[in-house]
């Protein structure tokens, strides 16, 4: 039997449609949601992401604002920009978007943001508080995934939750985020002996090593929900996950599509922190 697929399209419409309705009650308080994106370069899948998020800001209601840098910027100018930012009490999220060309240091970039404006949660204060399951803002695509999960109707209470990657970004807050949901968590990585058979073993198995197809459906026990994160262009530039979508979707109980699936769901879930750090900044 074939697995049902969760559209990451149609759930982060209706996340930002409630998103819409908070933004408007802000602004009838005389409070202006506003995040402001940072590129810097010219890398086009970086492009696609920030134009995405632009799309989510406008749907929203979320003002929005990009400063495009050049290549050549320097992380002393970067910097300058962030503290500017930081300062400026009209906006309420700082997004500076990665990779970041080579003569910037990403880590003294990340630790620049203000924590309470930084709403890709990326700050080791918001990292920590992440650990000590007590997040200000929840880190985007893990804080997605859950909300995949979750919409499934299967609890995570209890479940064996598999983890392919350990990555700052997704792998590692995702255990986070699983085990806070009293799910028992395993983190697979390159060094992982017996990847398949830990595979296996998972009720839930997120995926996000950004190899193409590397997970297939002999690794997925029967009826597990499988939530792909990873987006790869093949050789014939064919958009695939880290899953092989043909052979799991005929195991599982419940998969995410490549594309249409985690990725609209982590835009939603960045328009959710910049929504909440707005209420915070403004006492409501």
């Known amino acids: 039997m074939a697995a049902t697929v969760i559209s990451g399209k149609d759930l982060a419409k209706k996340v ?24 810097v370069g010219d890398d086009p899948a970086s492009r696609v992401y920030v134009n995405n998020k632009k799309k989510a800001c406008e749907e929203v209601g979320i003002k929005s604002i990009e400063y495009a840098l050049g290549a050549d910027t320097s992380e002393e100018e970067l910097l300058k920009l962030i503290d500017k930012l930081n300062m400026d009490k009209s906006v309420n999220g700082i997004l500076v978007q990665l990779p970041l060309p080579k003569q910037i240091n990403e880590d003294k970039v990340i630790m620049a943001i203000n924590p309470e404006k930084d709403v890709d949660a990326f700050h080791p204060v918001n990292v920590g508080k992440i650990m000590t399951g007590n997040p200000d803002f929840m880190p985007c695509t893990p804080a997605g995934v859950i909300k995949l999960i979750e919409e499934t109707g299967i609890d995570i209470a209890g479940k064996e939750c598999v983890v392919v990657g350990r990555s700052n970004i997704v792998g590692k807050p995702q255990a986070m985020l699983l085990l806070a949901k009293n799910g028992t968590v395993t983190i697979c990585h390159s060094r992982t002996k017996d990847l398949e058979e830990v595979c296996r073993r998972a009720d839930i198995l997120v995926v996000a090593v950004g190899r193409p197809e590397m997970i297939k459906g002999s690794a997925i026990k029967p009826g597990a929900v499988v939530i792909d994160v990873g987006t790869n262009r093949t050789e014939a530039k064919k958009l695939v996950g880290d899953v092989e979508f043909s052979s799991a979707s005929e195991v599982a109980s419940y998969i995410t599509p490549v594309p249409g699936g985690v990725g609209p769901m982590t835009i939603a879930m960045l328009m959710e922190n910049t929504v909440k750090a707005a209420k915070v900044q403004a006492g409501i």
Do not use: P, R
Not at 18 to 29: I, P, S
């Open 16 to 39: 930002k449609d409630n998103l819409k309705t908070d933004v408007e009650a802000l602004k009838a308080k005389g409070v202006e949601t506003c995040l402001v994106v940072v590129i």
